[in-house]
């Protein structure tokens, strides 16, 4: 496979579940990144991991927790989660943590998530 | 703070219309501007870039100009296809790995 993969595509859970939402990408990429995307907002960024290190945490909740064993491998992982946190969930990859802001990000297709 | 400002969607046309999707930004410094577009069910894809006053991005047919002068990065194709349906949005980097979007813009194109 090539570019970014996400799964699950969908996830319906309970409040009180425990899930997780698996990103790979095969980029060669060194810098990965979680965004929350919900409707008529801006895509909101949530973690940023640069080889392997997490290099921000954008005041998130600590229901939501993520994990990078690897440069290749994301992992979110959700734990009582409130219905508001009901979203599209995006993964993408970046050669690095566009320093010069010129770096181009690659997105998966996403997780959809509906808490009940 | 920076910030992007996309216009309201949704945006419909017919085929082989002209299109124009407007954004403005504000920022410090001299940030990076993108357009990328998300097809259904699918993530986001850059679709064009500039990184400095007056370039002008092209790509697929759809082209923008980095205007300092108004802080503005208009998204505009000549004449539109039903397969370019998608929701587009504004981007710009300042320099960081903290990229800024906008609230996207709805395409509809009918044939």
């Known amino acids: 496979e090539t570019g970014v993969t996400q799964t699950p595509r969908h996830l319906v859970m309970g409040m009180t579940n425990k899930k997780s939402l698996k990103c790979e990408q095969h980029?060669?990429?060194?810098?990965m990144y979680w965004y929350k995307q919900s409707a008529k907002k801006p895509l909101e960024l949530m973690f940023v991991?640069?080889?392997?290190?997490?290099?921000e945490n954008n005041s998130v909740p600590s229901r939501f927790s993520p994990e990078c064993p690897n440069s290749s491998h994301l992992f979110l992982h959700l734990h009582t989660l409130q219905p508001e946190d009901s979203a599209l969930y995006l993964c993408?990859?970046?050669?690095?943590?566009?320093?010069?802001?010129?770096?181009?990000?690659?997105f998966g297709p996403g997780t959809r998530l509906t808490v009940l | 703070g920076n910030s992007v400002t996309q216009m309201e969607g949704p945006v419909t046309l017919s085929e082989e219309a002209f299109l124009t999707i407007n954004c403005t930004y504000t920022?410090?410094?001299?940030?990076?501007l993108f357009w990328y577009v998300q097809y259904p069910g699918e993530g986001l894809q850059l679709l064009l870039k500039?990184?400095?006053?007056?370039d002008k991005g092209s790509n697929k047919g759809f082209e923008a100009t980095y205007r300092k002068e108004t802080t503005s990065f208009h998204l505009e194709k000549g004449s539109v296809q039903v397969s370019d349906s998608a929701v587009y949005f504004c981007?710009?980097?300042?320099?960081?790995?903290?990229?800024?979007f906008g609230t996207g813009t709805r395409l509809k194109v009918l044939a």
């Open positions: 500039a990184t400095k006053a007056d």
């Open positions: 920022a410090t410094g001299y940030p990076s």
């Open positions: 993408a990859s970046s050669q690095d943590v566009g320093e010069t802001g010129t770096d181009t990000q690659y």
């Open positions: 980029l060669g990429h060194n810098a």
């Open positions: 981007a710009l980097n300042t320099g960081t790995y903290k990229y800024i």
């Open positions: 991991y640069n080889f392997k290190e997490q290099t």
